[in-house]
């Protein structure tokens, strides 16, 4: 009798223990992931002002996009009216842009996955892998912070050996309810390259939500991209014939 | 008898001689030691041409050479090889390659690149890359991470030896393959373009990234001292079915370099027109001048009885002597030049950028070819007797006459 109490006593010890050695990364990937869940929503449409700032210009685009899960994606630029109907299309790993102007739908090739998207700071590929934060990385809590009184997460994220992405790491601050704060770029001599930082967090379309996001290059201040959401609104579920290269060319919603 | 008539009238005037026999030599020189520096030049360019991954022969697909993707792959290798050591002399090399376009970034630069997936211990004795590595270290066979990149290439990515560098191509589903790899080591080339545009994978990586499962890109031949590569294609071509294969010489695969051989060639010959007009000029010039001084003496040669052309002879062979003298002292300095600079070359580095803009490397190597030295010899002494044929006719023309009334 006693025996068997102090060997159970030992078994859950000894699983405590697992999970205590185990818990830390498995926990920062969970709030990896919940973040980006929370972030995404099932679907969404979302209508951005995109602000593209250099030292001696500055340009300003509107923009509707339209999300379901982490795979499929479509963006069309509504205003300015020289821009209007521009569009991308991403799904799964695949992009294609369309450009009303010459009516011609590019996939994109590897060659310009790492190109600007739209002339801002954010590179195709930060639109079109995503998700590979959440799968290509390793991620540990460094520490935590308070911010409006919530407690923030620290996570630091260090791509796995072969993993097929540039930078060296990811630093990455999230509140305990899901809201991304900070998401900052290290080359592999862990310098800074470019940050991304979110403002104005309330209430939109239903969710705490950040209403602001810039990219900013580490190198040069007065370099930013600014995404301003004007409308945001979660959904259960988009039709699936959204994302597709017809509807790119011709909008029918 | 006429011998010793010429050779003394040459040293009449002793200077007169000296400055148009300079006039030669620099001539001279100046064909032999300008052709020279050409054709090193051109041998550099044919080189550099075929030691960057071009090599005497390739073999590719046939669809290919006009849309280099990774479908029109040869997925028979095996049927190559055995076709290959048959034809092939024995001395000759060969080494088969996977080579796509891809976009090689890291995380502040990317650019778009040439992967070229090889295998490493028979590559290294056709192409440049087995002895140009200059940091690092060479591909063993079966590395599947490992990457060469050129100097100029780490240096515009601000990376280095021991980083990562991520590769994005396009595999065989059509879709976007991405893989990482890790600089193992760095190569020089003679060019900063090929520096820039070439990555060295094992061929074994390469087929992994882009899904392939035994097929090649290409294979690149080299034939010992650099032989003729036309017996040995004409070879190929009959024993590989020209519905699925593509065979090619150099030639056939850098036009642009056999066109600046044909330039190089062009070239030459205006240089040696050129030299010739204004050396001619000089020859036509100083004879005349001789044949008037002399127009008493030759008045007087008539009268004693001198036949015209015994007089046509003796000027002829004034200039021939003239001319031959020149022209040995032409051709010793050229080849003490050409010698001078055979071992250390001309640095052309403080026209780096221009002379790599044609695609010449850094240091020529002047390289005579006897063709030319002969043909600029016979140039000079066929067209030289020619022209002095004008001056010469002159002479035999006087009459004692007119000689005599000549004060």
Same mark, same amino acid.
């Given at each position: 009798?006693?025996?068997?109490?102090?060997?159970?006593?030992?078994?859950?010890?000894?699983?405590?223990?697992?999970?205590?050695?185990?818990?830390?990364?498995?926990?920062?990937?969970?709030?990896?992931?919940?973040?980006?869940?929370?972030?995404?929503?099932?679907?969404?449409?979302?209508?951005?002002?995109?602000?593209?700032?250099?030292?001696?210009?500055?340009?300003?685009?509107?923009?509707?996009?339209?999300?379901?899960?982490?795979?499929?994606?479509?963006?069309?630029?509504?205003?300015?009216?020289?821009?209007?109907?521009?569009?991308?299309?991403?799904?799964?790993?695949?992009?294609?842009?369309?450009?009303?102007?010459?009516?011609?739908?590019?996939?994109?090739?590897?060659?310009?996955?790492?190109?600007?998207?739209?002339?801002?700071?954010?590179?195709?590929?930060?639109?079109?892998?995503?998700?590979?934060?959440?799968?290509d990385y390793t991620?540990?809590?460094?520490?935590?912070?308070?911010?409006?009184?919530?407690?923030?997460?620290?996570?630091k994220s260090i791509p796995k050996p072969?993993a097929p992405v540039v930078w060296g790491m990811q630093k990455?601050?999230?509140?305990?309810?899901?809201?991304?704060?900070?998401?900052e770029f290290y080359d592999e001599d862990f310098k800074l390259v470019k940050?991304?930082?979110?403002?104005?967090?309330?209430?939109?379309?239903?969710?705490?939500?950040?209403?602001?996001?810039?990219?900013?290059?580490a190198?040069?201040?007065?370099?930013?991209?600014?995404?301003?959401?004007?409308?945001?609104?979660?959904?259960?579920?988009?039709?699936?014939?959204?994302?597709?290269?017809?509807?790119?060319?011709?909008?029918?919603? | 008898?006429?011998?010793?008539?010429?050779?003394?009238?040459?040293?009449?005037?002793?200077?007169?001689?000296?400055?148009?026999?300079?006039?030669?030599?620099?001539?001279?020189?100046?064909?032999?030691?300008?052709?020279?520096?050409?054709?090193?030049?051109?041998?550099?360019?044919?080189?550099?041409?075929?030691?960057?991954?071009?090599?005497?022969?390739?073999?590719?697909?046939?669809?290919?050479?006009?849309?280099?993707?990774?479908?029109?792959?040869?997925?028979?290798?095996?049927?190559?090889?055995?076709?290959?050591?048959?034809?092939?002399?024995?001395?000759?090399?060969?080494?088969?390659?996977?080579?796509?376009?891809?976009?090689?970034s890291n995380a502040r630069?990317?650019?778009?690149?040439?992967?070229?997936?090889?295998?490493?211990?028979?590559?290294?004795?056709?192409?440049?890359?087995?002895?140009?590595?200059?940091?690092?270290?060479?591909?063993?066979?079966?590395?599947?991470?490992?990457?060469?990149?050129?100097?100029?290439?780490?240096?515009?990515f601000e990376t280095k030896?021991g980083h990562k560098l991520v590769?994005?191509?396009?595999?065989?589903?059509?879709?976007?393959?991405?893989?990482s790899?890790r600089i193992?080591?760095?190569?020089?080339?003679?060019?900063?373009?090929?520096?820039?545009?070439?990555?060295?994978?094992?061929?074994?990586?390469?087929?992994?990234?882009?899904?392939?499962?035994?097929?090649?890109?290409?294979?690149?031949?080299?034939?010992?001292?650099?032989?003729?590569?036309?017996?040995?294609?004409?070879?190929?071509?009959?024993?590989?079915?020209?519905?699925?294969?593509?065979?090619?010489?150099?030639?056939?695969?850098?036009?642009?370099?056999?066109?600046?051989?044909?330039?190089?060639?062009?070239?030459?010959?205006?240089?040696?027109?050129?030299?010739?007009?204004?050396?001619?000029?000089?020859?036509?010039?100083?004879?005349?001048?001789?044949?008037?001084?002399?127009?008493?003496?030759?008045?007087?040669?008539?009268?004693?009885?001198?036949?015209?052309?015994? &007089?046509?002879?003796? /000027?002829?062979? !004034?200039?021939?002597? $003239?001319?031959? #003298?020149?022209? *040995? %002292?032409?051709? +010793? =300095?050229?080849?003490?030049?050409?010698?001078?600079?055979?071992?250390?070359?001309?640095?052309?580095?403080?026209?780096?950028?221009?002379?790599?803009?044609?695609?010449?490397?850094?240091? &020529?190597?002047?390289? /005579?070819?006897? !063709?030319?030295?002969? $043909?600029?010899? #016979?140039?000079? *002494? %066929?067209?030289? +007797? =020619?022209?002095?044929?004008?001056?010469?006719?002159?002479?035999?023309?006087?009459?004692?006459?007119?000689?005599?009334?000549?004060?």
């Amino acid at each position: 009798m006693n025996s068997k109490v102090i060997s159970t006593a030992a078994l859950a010890l000894f699983a405590v223990a697992c999970l205590c050695i185990d818990s830390p990364a498995q926990d920062a990937r969970t709030l990896v992931k919940a973040g980006f869940d929370y972030m995404r929503g099932k679907s969404s449409f979302s209508m951005v002002d995109m602000t593209i700032h250099r030292p001696d210009w500055e340009r300003k685009m509107t923009f509707e996009a339209w999300t379901k899960g982490l795979k499929n994606s479509i963006f069309r630029i509504v205003a300015p009216a020289k821009d209007k109907d521009n569009g991308t299309l991403k799904k799964g790993k695949e992009m294609w842009t369309y450009n009303p102007k010459v009516n011609r739908v590019i996939k994109l090739p590897p060659s310009m996955m790492s190109q600007a998207w739209m002339g801002s700071d954010f590179s195709n590929n930060d639109l079109s892998k995503t998700d590979s934060l959440i799968d290509d990385y390793t991620h540990t809590i460094t520490g935590t912070r308070t911010h409006d009184g919530k407690k923030v997460y620290l996570i630091k994220s260090i791509p796995k050996p072969g993993a097929p992405v540039v930078w060296g790491m990811q630093k990455l601050k999230i509140r305990e309810d899901h809201v991304f704060l900070a998401q900052e770029f290290y080359d592999e001599d862990f310098k800074l390259v470019k940050v991304m930082t979110t403002l104005q967090i309330q209430m939109l379309g239903g969710k705490m939500f950040p209403k602001v996001w810039r990219m900013q290059k580490a190198e040069a201040t007065d370099e930013y991209t600014e995404l301003n959401y004007k409308k945001l609104s979660f959904k259960e579920n988009l039709r699936d014939n959204l994302f597709t290269i017809s509807n790119l060319k011709n909008p029918r919603r | 008898m006429y011998f010793q008539l010429a050779w003394r009238n040459i040293w009449r005037n002793s200077r007169r001689t000296a400055v148009i026999m300079i006039a030669i030599v620099i001539g001279v020189w100046s064909m032999i030691f300008l052709s020279a520096f050409m054709r090193g030049m051109e041998y550099d360019m044919i080189k550099n041409g075929i030691s960057t991954l071009t090599g005497n022969i390739q073999i590719h697909q046939k669809d290919y050479i006009n849309d280099p993707v990774i479908e029109n792959s040869m997925h028979s290798p095996i049927k190559l090889e055995t076709a290959l050591k048959k034809v092939l002399p024995p001395v000759a090399h060969w080494a088969s390659r996977i080579r796509v376009n891809a976009i090689a970034s890291n995380a502040r630069h990317s650019s778009s690149i040439t992967l070229v997936g090889i295998n490493p211990i028979p590559e290294a004795k056709v192409s440049f890359i087995g002895n140009a590595i200059n940091n690092g270290c060479y591909l063993k066979p079966g590395d599947m991470r490992g990457i060469i990149v050129g100097q100029a290439l780490l240096n515009k990515f601000e990376t280095k030896v021991g980083h990562k560098l991520v590769l994005m191509s396009q595999d065989t589903d059509q879709e976007i393959a991405s893989r990482s790899f890790r600089i193992i080591g760095t190569f020089k080339a003679q060019l900063q373009a090929t520096e820039k545009q070439f990555a060295f994978v094992t061929i074994t990586a390469a087929r992994q990234m882009l899904k392939l499962k035994k097929g090649i890109s290409e294979i690149s031949i080299i034939l010992p001292d650099n032989a003729d590569a036309n017996p040995v294609a004409t070879g190929l071509k009959t024993e590989l079915s020209a519905d699925l294969y593509q065979i090619q010489t150099w030639q056939e695969l850098l036009p642009i370099l056999n066109a600046y051989i044909e330039i190089f060639d062009g070239f030459i010959f205006i240089w040696f027109i050129v030299v010739f007009i204004a050396m001619g000029f000089g020859i036509v010039n100083t004879t005349l001048m001789a044949v008037f001084e002399r127009m008493r003496e030759f008045g007087l040669l008539k009268a004693l009885g001198m036949k015209p052309w015994w &007089i046509i002879k003796d /000027v002829l062979l !004034e200039s021939f002597l $003239i001319l031959i #003298i020149g022209m *040995i %002292i032409g051709n +010793l =300095l050229a080849f003490l030049c050409v010698f001078a600079l055979a071992q250390s070359g001309i640095d052309l580095s403080a026209f780096a950028a221009g002379a790599e803009f044609a695609g010449i490397s850094r240091i &020529i190597y002047p390289a /005579v070819w006897i !063709e030319d030295v002969i $043909i600029s010899n #016979i140039v000079v *002494i %066929i067209l030289g +007797l =020619l022209v002095s044929l004008y001056p010469a006719a002159k002479a035999a023309r006087f009459t004692p006459v007119e000689a005599l009334m000549h004060t």
